[in-house]
């Protein structure tokens, strides 16, 4: 993975420490691909990991 990839999702998976590996990938596609990823499979995952108490947007 890119250097900023990484980062990125790094950073993302500390703002969401209870997400699933599969949430954790949605939600690094909506930054890096902003647009491309089917909304309501995010809105879905986003829910998800709020439920356990994450941060995601």
Partial sequence: MHQLNLLRY???RARNPGAEEGELLALWSEETHRGTVDAGFLARAC???????????
């Fill in 10 to 12: 790094n950073a993302i």
């Fill in 47 to 57: 829910d998800a990991i709020r439920a356990r108490g994450g941060n995601s947007p």
